[in-house]
Each structure stands twice: as C-alpha cells, then as structure tokens.
C-alpha cells in the first residue's frame, strides 16, 4: 500500500458503509483520513473490499476496536491481535486506539462497560495493554468511554486514567464528547479533567453528538450532530493540547453528507492557531 500519513491538524470519518457512496465521492479536502473498526473490514472482500482498497489508496486509516477489552477477565484474543498487526501493516496505519473498558467476559457482551477506578483495575489493563503493544509491535492509544453506572472508585477519572497511561506506556485517544457527557452524568469538572491528564499522552481526539434524555442525563449516541457546549470544550481541548487528528464520529442516522462536512469545518476552524 502507499504509505500515507496523518497531519497533526487533520479532520476525520468512519469509514460506515451507509456513507460509503458519499465518501467515495468526496471532494479534496472535505476530510482528510478514515477510521476503521478493524473488526468490521479484515478478511472483506467483495465490492465492499474493493472500496475500502481504493479508499486507502487516496486517505490514510486509522484503526478504532470495538472487541479487544483490554479491562476484561477474559486472556486478550492473541489470535485477533495478531490478524490486526497485519491489517495495520498492510494498510500502513498510524494509529491503533481502542476502550478504556472491557466487553466480554463469557463471551462478547456487545457494550463497552466501564472499569472500577481502583489500584488493582490499574495494574490488570496496564499489563494487558503492555501485552496488547508487545504483539501489535505498536504503540497503544486508549480512549476514555462514557458510562452509566460507576462501579468502585478509589479514584477520580483522571487519576485512574494518568496511571494506566503510565503504567502501560500507552497514549490517550481523548473522547470529548465522552468527557461532557460523563461530567452531567456523573457531576464531575470536564475541565479538571483535561487539566489533570500528561499533555503529551493525547495524540487524537473524538468529537460526536449525544441525546438529551434529561438536564441530568446524557447519552452518547453518535447519532446526532455536535452540541455547541461539545464543541466549546473540544476548543479547550485543542488549547490544552494541541490540535491532534480529529474525528468525527457518526454512526447512524446520517444526515446529509454536506452537512457532515460542515461539521468538519467547524473542527477545522476550532483547530487553527493551535
């Protein structure tokens, strides 16, 4: 494949299959790389193939799990890992992130279910992302999710992220939208947050649109457009950290692709100057 990279001032989509003619129609400039669930393209081929081939031909991917759980109880997938070395090799990717969260146990629970903010939890995922990075040949990134329900906390968020990050030698794919909907859920500073976590962790950013089910419940749906307080702190977010590549994540319910566009402007007019 040619080899393609990622700028740090750089605006990114799924590669969804409902936007598939869209994004292969796509002016220059519209967006600049691809995400990937590596889960959903290994071994396709058919037309669907073909295109995700001729895609990586003109943007370069990056790569966002959705199965390998690296908080769960269960031995990490080798096997799978070892196929995504391969994926992520063939395609050239920069850029492998997955959840700070776990989603099987007895098999795959198909969400992404939150860790308890203890010194143990911290030593459980450290050693299976170092583990995770031994057979990728990589580094990891991992991303903070939101959640609903907070098992044990010994410590806050940012605590316990700082020291996985630490402990794994690992890099932070910053979810921004994750980090407001946490802060209303959960009554927490989502400014606290950005202060406290190691600036030179966070090498990407996530920015989506989320459900207003109540004034104190919100929920991550990545199926709506982007809230202007999400946008706001996403622009904190760049002052802290520097503009990173940015994507932004619509999964269902999609709008016109002009208006998605749009969207990637914003971020591209927020990232100037940082």
Sequence with gaps: MTSLTTPRASVGLGLRRGLMK?????????????????????G???????ALRALAERYPLSCHGLSLSLGGPAPLDVGFLKEVRLFLDHYNVPLYSEHLSYCSDDGHLYDLLPLPFTEEAVHHVAARIRQAQD????RLAVENVSYYAAPRQDMDEVTFTNAVLREADCDLLL????????????????????????????????VAGHFDESDTLKIDTHGASVKPVVWSLLAEAYA??????????????????AELVAELQTIRRLAQGF
């Design 240 to 257: 802290r950290f520097g503009a990173q590549p940015t994507l932004l994540e619509r999964d269902f319910n999609f709008p016109a692709f």
């Design 175 to 206: 979810d921004v939208n994750n980090l407001y909907v946490n802060s209303i859920n959960h009554g927490v500073d989502p400014q606290t947050f950005l202060a406290g976590i190691e600036a030179g962790r966070v090498v990407a950013m996530h």
């Design 135 to 138: 057979i990728l040949g990589r």
């Design 44 to 50: 396709i081929g058919g037309a669907h193939g073909a």
């Design 22 to 42: 869209d994004l292969q129609a796509a002016a220059a400039g519209d967006f600049d790389f691809l995400e990937v669930a590596p889960e959903n393209w290994i």
